[in-house]
């Protein structure tokens, strides 16, 4: 555990909580990609099936539990509780184009070929691009709610602060994951741009919104 590993957790269930408050105080998943939380799920599902077999802390599982727990109840939110508010029309993201490459990858780049492993690998391939779905909606609507981007934010810097962990931990413990570290410089890669408009944009008080595509 470093500084930079317990700020990113904190910014991850942050991020989440934030989703999780503006979807039931509007009662409205508008804006919100269910496909996105439906990846996020399937992550978390997949990483943390070693909560049955190995035990790391009371920390480590405490977290593991909030975060499975927040994506499932999201999920329901969406397309449950308030399903009539969700933009089917605009959360259009054809998951297949990730699944099926990321399933691929799984088993060809992993550091064991075992189950447990195999599923660990495919849910941090996935988290690095579970979040297009949800930028594939904002650049179709052109616009995203204040709320809805400082959820992005959060989400964003967990990403980041995850990167300067690998970081630290190479420097101080000479420990090294290249699949963790690429898959997060991937996913970092993907916020930047959204990172400069949120700067630029929402801290000034102004509503993000990008050019709708013809």
């Given at each position: 555990m470093n500084i930079f590993r317990i700020l990113g957790d904190v910014s991850h269930l942050l991020a989440m909580i934030i989703l999780?408050?503006?979807?039931?105080?509007?009662?409205s998943c508008a804006g919100?990609?269910?496909k996105s939380q439906v990846l996020f799920a399937i992550v978390f599902t997949s990483r943390y099936l070693d909560l049955f077999t190995n035990f790391f802390s009371i920390y480590n599982t405490v977290m593991k539990f909030v975060f499975l727990m927040c994506a499932y109840i999201t999920v329901y939110l969406i397309y449950g509780k308030f399903r009539k508010t969700f933009d089917n029309e605009n959360d259009s993201f054809r998951l297949e184009f990730l699944l099926i490459p990321v399933?691929?990858?799984?088993?060809?780049?992993?550091?064991?070929?075992?189950?447990?492993?195999?599923?660990?690998?495919?849910?941090?391939?996935?988290?690095?691009?579970?979040?297009?779905p949800q930028l594939f909606m904002i650049?179709?609507?052109?616009?995203?709610?204040?709320?809805?981007?400082?959820y992005l934010f959060f989400l964003g810097l967990y990403h980041a602060l995850y990167l300067a962990n690998w970081i630290w931990?190479?420097?101080?413990?000479?420990?090294?994951?290249?699949?963790?570290?690429?898959?997060?410089?991937?996913?970092?890669?993907?916020?930047?741009?959204?990172?400069?408009?949120?700067?630029?944009?929402?801290?000034?008080?102004?509503?993000?919104?990008?050019?709708?595509?013809i």
């Open positions: 999780l408050v503006k979807i039931w105080r509007s009662k919100i990609s269910g399933t691929g990858l799984s088993f060809l780049e992993n550091q064991s070929f075992t189950p447990l492993e195999i599923l660990w690998t495919f849910s941090i391939y996935l988290e690095s691009v579970a979040i297009l650049s179709k609507t052109g616009e995203a709610e204040t709320i809805t981007t400082h931990r190479y420097q101080t413990e000479n420990y090294y994951d290249q699949i963790a570290v690429v898959s997060g410089v991937v996913q970092t890669i993907f916020y930047c741009d959204f990172f400069y408009l949120y700067v630029t944009k929402v801290l000034k008080g102004k509503k993000l919104s990008l050019p709708v595509p």
